[in-house]
């Protein structure tokens, strides 16, 4: 049985817009509040949802009004967001260790690191970047968790 989750942002939209990877999603989301999972994510996540939201509002993709619906749903989710210090340079660290251009999804990693618990995403570059090297590291498609 796990304990905690660590989910990044690729996977929350999903869950608030409907795209390719809503049913996985969904289906991940209830099974781990059925079983009283504690979800949490860097607090990272919320400008990052926002700006995905926001993203899908500016290209036409979603009306205004369906933005602004999952904005609210997504504020109301039972994610804790943790922030600690350490996390950012353990966040280098991975984004060297992986070569990763940035340091926004290695926070992701360096909290799941730091807690010692699986990160899940649907973030396919990032996967693949770190696919088979770090193995609490787990795809938003894995059928069996």
């Known amino acids: ?26 289906h991940l989301w209830d099974y781990w509040t059925e079983n009283q999972k504690r979800i949490v994510s860097p607090y990272l996540i919320g400008y990052e949802v926002t700006s995905a939201i926001y993203r899908k509002v500016y290209r036409g993709l979603i009306q205004i009004e369906d933005g602004q619906v999952a904005l609210e749903k ?7 967001l943790i922030h600690l210090p350490i996390l950012h340079s353990k966040a280098w660290a991975f984004a060297k260790q992986f070569n990763r251009p940035n340091t926004y999804d290695a926070h992701y990693l ?31 498609e894995k059928k069996e968790f």
């Open 1 to 26: 049985m796990i304990g905690d989750i660590c989910v990044d942002a690729s996977f929350i939209v999903p869950l608030l817009i409907p795209e390719h990877y809503t049913d996985q999603a969904v």
């Open 74 to 80: 997504f504020t109301n989710m039972n994610i804790e």
């Open 110 to 140: 360096a909290l799941a690191d730091h807690l010692d618990c699986p990160f899940w995403t649907a973030d396919e570059r990032l996967f693949n970047a770190i696919n088979g090297k770090l193995t609490w590291v787990e795809w938003i």
